[in-house]
DNA sequence: ATCAATGCAAATAATTTGCAAAAAG
DNA sequence: CTTTTTGCAAATTATTTGCATTGAT
């Protein structure tokens, strides 16, 4: 994530955190600043890790305690992959509405963004009584593109 | 769920316990016959309970492996509603490409189906070199046309 | 000062698993 | 008969929580 992305996806928590009245703490910094500091998912282990490595005295109960945080200012979202643990998506700062699609054989996942599909899904939301909080598509697919360079690491792709 | 519908369920659930060489026990039937006995979505628990008003004999932990298998049959879904436990969606079986979208507030769900919303995303992920196997969209909305008839057991609608 | 936030370690709860007995094919 | 499936109870594991202490405002 550029430089001034993370500096305004901090400081729109830190207004967060300011509206409910909540303090700004070392360990809360740390954290942040290590989900804004890249632009994959991740894990609450691995944010430990990122956070400790900036903070050491960051604890794991404090992660846990700041993700419900980050994903109720709205600028994390919880992801669900079908596995055991849940990860976390920074980029919804940035970029509100994308979309997911996961390789099934390599996992791979590549994001992006449609005004299509956003406007079908306001249309037909509205058709059936609802108006649009939010979405989320995910798109279980195989990369058969990437079959010649080799780079999926199982079968198919 | 129509009688003839529960039955191709079941049918297919079968040929695909036949094509991996599994037994059809009696526990299983029990568990199908819930599964495929309602068109709500159901937990893991609810789903015992259910089979146990059938065969008294089905216990959790046989739930707890049936499940998988029906999720691998592609006849239910698993579902992440952000709960603690999972949902299972037993319209897969006659509904392969539907949809959801959930109110925020009375957490009611409608299921809807999209070919236009279909076509989108066979057409983006195709630009994208991935080709499409399945997929999940989750709307969170607000269900104010049900406001002025009280539906809704929370605020807004 | 006051009250929120922290680390620690223990608790929780959904799901998984080892094993000996029962049932399917 | 052989191999899968079962129920039971114990194990697992991500996440949550109580509490005494620390730190932000």
């Keep these: 994530m550029p430089v001034d992305e993370i500096q305004v996806a901090k400081q729109k928590f830190m207004a967060f955190l300011a509206r409910k009245s909540l303090r700004i703490t070392a360990q809360r910094q740390a954290i942040v600043d290590s989900v804004f500091g890249t632009d994959q998912h991740f894990t609450a282990e691995q944010l430990l890790e990122w956070s400790r490595a900036r903070d050491g005295s960051v604890s794991r109960a404090t992660v846990y305690r700041t993700l419900p945080l980050l994903t109720e ?5 919880e992801m ?49 009584g609802f108006s649009v909080t939010s979405q989320r598509l995910q798109i279980t697919a195989s990369c058969e593109a990437l079959k010649k360079s080799g780079a999926c690491k199982n079968r198919r792709c």
């Design 73 to 77: 200012s709205g600028l994390v979202r």
């Design 80 to 128: 669900d992959f079908g596995k055991d643990h849940k990860y976390y998506d920074p980029n919804y700062a940035h970029h509100p509405n994308h979309n997911h699609i996961i390789c099934q054989d390599c996992e791979r996942i590549v994001e992006f963004e449609s005004d299509k599909i956003d406007k079908l899904e306001n249309e037909i939301s509205r058709k059936l």
